[in-house]
């Protein structure tokens, strides 16, 4: 049968541990069979841990290299535009929050007049930075669309709730927003919060110069035979040995064809 070496290693290495599995459960069964009572009482129950295991194989290449492509999300570039995201989204929705508070009738000068200083505080900015971008990256597949295009809806509709969590409400903010001066102060700027996201966030992403989120990779495969049936019709010339240690523990897997260490 035709196989590929992924499939030969995931059978050998599934079967490997299954057995090891199957061998600690039936002494396990067998120890509790006779060890309360029994001879084995007191005794601590062994246990059975495969070591390095070498196999040799004999194989044949039957087609040649078949180029196969790959598509998943440019995990990079989204990183880099998140982080990018997350920085101007973070400063451009303190400064609309402290303009409309600003230029609102509350009085905040008396118990908020730190407000004026927020968005000059980097400390306050990294944090709400650090809190969108654990948001936003938590899924990242799920930004991206087939186009390769991040899904701006989708990240504004992360993006609000948390700007009104962690801006809006934030505790030492959101008494400002009950004081009978600040009567719908709240509700302007989650709008106006809206608003900015969605006028300015197609610009933040482009700026970010990241031209796809999602990548192809191309790679090559070979077709091979390992029965034995079908390596005896076949030349000797054709037919290769391969030695392969696995150590199931660590999942370390070395090849050697005789030639290459891999």
């Given at each position: 049968m035709a196989t590929t070496l992924k499939d030969l290693l995931c059978t050998v290495l599934t079967d490997?541990?299954?057995?090891?599995?199957?061998?600690?459960?039936?002494?396990?069964?067998?120890?509790?069979?006779?060890?309360?009572?029994?001879?084995?009482a007191g005794i601590k129950p062994?246990?059975?841990?495969?070591?390095?295991?070498?196999?040799?194989?004999?194989?044949?290449?039957?087609?040649?290299?078949?180029?196969?492509?790959?598509?998943?999300?440019?995990?990079?570039?989204?990183?880099?535009?998140?982080?990018?995201?997350?920085?101007?989204?973070?400063e451009l929705l303190i400064k609309t929050m402290v303009h409309a508070i600003k230029n609102s009738h509350a009085n905040y000068t008396t118990?908020?007049?730190?407000?004026?200083?927020l968005p000059e505080n980097r400390d306050f900015l990294r944090q709400i930075r650090r809190r969108f971008f654990a948001l936003l990256s938590a899924d990242t597949e799920s930004l991206i669309d087939a186009n390769g295009n991040m899904k701006e809806d989708l990240l504004i509709g992360i993006l609000m709730p948390a700007a009104v969590e962690y801006l809006i409400d934030h505790e030492d903010i959101r008494d400002l927003f009950r004081q009978d001066d600040a009567v719908g102060l709240r509700e302007y700027i989650c709008d106006e919060f809206e608003r900015v996201l969605k006028k300015e966030l197609d610009d933040i992403i482009r700026e970010s110069a990241v031209s796809s989120f999602r990548r192809i990779q191309k790679y090559g495969s070979l077709n091979i035979v390992v029965g034995?049936?079908?390596?005896?019709?076949?030349?000797?010339?054709?037919?290769?040995?391969?030695?392969?240690?696995?150590?199931?523990a660590t999942q370390d897997i070395q090849a050697n064809d005789g030639k290459t260490n891999y």
């Open positions: 490997v541990m299954r057995a090891q599995h199957e061998s600690n459960m039936r002494v396990r069964r067998l120890y509790d069979q006779y060890g309360n009572d029994g001879r084995l062994p246990s059975a841990a495969i070591g390095n295991l070498t196999l040799t194989l004999n194989y044949a290449v039957t087609d040649g290299i078949v180029e196969e492509e790959e598509k998943g999300v440019n995990e990079k570039g989204v990183d880099r535009t998140l982080r990018y995201v997350c920085n101007e989204v973070s118990k908020f007049a730190f407000v004026d200083m034995d049936n079908q390596l005896s019709q076949l030349p000797p010339e054709s037919i290769h040995p391969l030695t392969i240690t696995v150590n199931p």
